[in-house]
């Protein structure tokens, strides 16, 4: 047996010791931030809130996830996030349908909508950072000026996913407008009038067309399931954007 002062004996508590230091190094950061005993840029501290207004960075699906995940910190995000909306109370209406936390929509932070629409605070969310983050950008870089008005087709709806093809019976799948998750849009006003139809304009590599293909690649980055006319002929005159449930972006 060796003594207990071995060369090998101290190499194993010293490798020991490493492995401990290298596994606690990561907890006693997470607990330093969290404790507020160091402080780092906004960006990249995963426990400070979402601010819909901050450039979004490496941890922000990481925080609109946890913000969309706690109704108090997506109704507090969504209070400073520019949209227009008023308190709507919850609601169950029948099997899989109704919602909770939500809002009427009545605009966003710089369009107006073609009429208020009811939403989850999670998809509200997720709106207010399409809105910001690419919908906008996207218009001016495309067409030069930012979009003033937004057409849908509602979002609210207590019903199945239609996919087409028995849609007069329903998939028996209940769609993410049964829990207002989701909201369709059909087109965009310009503030000069002019109107980019996603039914119209969605072919071709026009302004317009490549405006409306940022619109729905950029919807990809905020909601979780974003469908559009490339997905299926149910989907041929709008984009469904939904938040909640799998990712999909088609
Ligand atoms: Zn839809």
């Not at 492995?19 to 006693?28: E, G, T």
């Not at 909306?85 to 909508?113: H, I, M, N």
């Not at 989850?120 to 399409?130: D, G, P, V, Y």
């Amino acid at each position: 047996m060796p003594p207990p002062s071995s060369p090998s004996r101290i190499r194993r508590i010293v490798t020991l010791l490493a492995w401990a230091a290298f596994l606690a190094a990561p907890l006693a950061l997470a607990w330093a931030l969290h404790a507020g005993a160091i402080t780092i840029p906004e960006r990249y501290n995963p426990w400070t809130p979402l601010d819909v207004a901050a450039e979004p960075g490496p941890l922000t699906s990481f925080k609109l996830g946890r913000a969309r995940a706690e109704p108090a910190l997506c109704m507090a995000a969504l209070a400073a996030s520019g949209l227009q909306y008023d308190p709507v109370a919850d609601r169950e209406t029948g099997t899989g349908c109704g919602f909770k936390d939500a809002v009427r929509l009545q605009g966003g932070r710089s369009l107006a909508l073609s009429s208020p629409t009811v939403l989850s605070c999670r998809a509200a969310l997720s709106f207010a950072m399409w809105e910001r983050h690419a919908l906008q950008p996207a218009a001016t870089q495309r067409l030069g000026v930012p979009v003033a008005r937004l057409e849908h087709l509602g979002s609210y709806a207590c019903r199945d996913v239609n996919t087409g093809e028995r849609a007069a019976q329903g998939s028996g799948r209940r769609s993410r407008h049964a829990t207002a998750d989701a909201l369709d849009i059909a087109a965009f006003v310009r503030e000069d009038r002019r109107r980019i139809v996603v039914r119209r304009d969605w072919t071709g590599d026009g302004a317009e067309a490549l405006f409306l293909r940022d619109a729905h690649a950029g919807a990809c980055r905020f909601f979780d399931g974003v469908l559009g006319p490339d997905y299926n002929a149910v989907h041929a005159d709008h984009f469904h954007l939904e938040a909640g449930g799998w990712r999909m972006c088609r």
